[in-house]
């Protein structure tokens, strides 16, 4: 598992929520501020929009099932 965080005060903070329980043996490794990283997008770049056969509206209609068997 890999969590990004800053070192404040002499403390590294992570990012976000992440947590580590009590005791949990890290390895910590400096990293260039200015290193580039990819975003979600990028890295799933090279399989969005490979599937075919999809409704146009899928993004707009995806929790419809959802919303159907919440109301019953």
């Known amino acids: 598992m890999t969590m990004r965080g800053t ?3 002499g403390v590294v903070v992570l990012d976000g929520d992440a947590t580590l329980a009590e005791g949990t043996v890290v ?3 400096s990293v260039d501020a ?3 990283i990819p ?3 990028e890295q799933l770049q ?5 599937v075919s056969g999809l409704p146009s509206d ?3 209609q995806h929790t419809r099932p959802l919303r159907y068997l919440q109301s019953k």
Do not use: C, K, Q
Not at 46 to 50: A, C, D, H, L, Q
């Open 58 to 60: 899928l993004a707009e």
């Open 34 to 36: 200015s290193e580039n």
């Open 39 to 41: 975003t979600l997008y």
């Open 7 to 9: 070192v404040r005060n």
């Open 46 to 50: 090279p399989i969005v929009g490979s």
């Open 27 to 29: 390895r910590v490794e």
